[in-house]
């Protein structure tokens, strides 16, 4: 059975920084292409970035890129998204995705 826990979100200050983890069974993430999506509230859910099967990250959205890396362990079978000088815009519920598989989300919410 496939699982993905996320982990690390909470309260952070303007220019705080926060690592997010998703913790994923049933399944290995060196052979995966696993994602982290963000949904503010009343947006949409959006790709944030992913990481491929050779381990090569790529950032998606441009507000993001130099503040956030993804990055994974496969020993740990976890996914990572470190987030530096985090933003009031980043604000939002951040999801793991891998296929169809999601997990339920970790809330940042970033404010003074």
């Known amino acids: 059975q496939v699982q993905l826990v996320e982990s690390g979100g909470g309260l952070v200050q303007p220019g705080g920084s926060l690592r997010l983890s998703c913790a994923a069974s049933?399944?290995?993430?060196?052979?995966?292409?696993m994602r982290w999506y963000r949904q503010a509230p009343g947006k949409e859910r959006e790709l944030v970035a992913y990481?491929?099967?050779?381990?090569?990250?790529?950032t998606y959205i441009d507000s993001v890129k130099g503040r956030f890396t993804i990055s994974r362990d496969n020993a740990k079978n976890t996914v990572y998204l470190q987030m530096n000088n985090l933003k009031v815009e980043d604000t939002a519920v951040y999801y793991c995705?891998?296929?169809?598989?999601w997990g339920k989300g970790t809330l940042v919410t970033v404010s003074s």
């Open positions: 990481i491929n099967w050779a381990g090569t990250p790529i």
């Open positions: 995705n891998r296929e169809k598989d």
């Open positions: 049933g399944f290995t993430i060196s052979s995966s292409l």
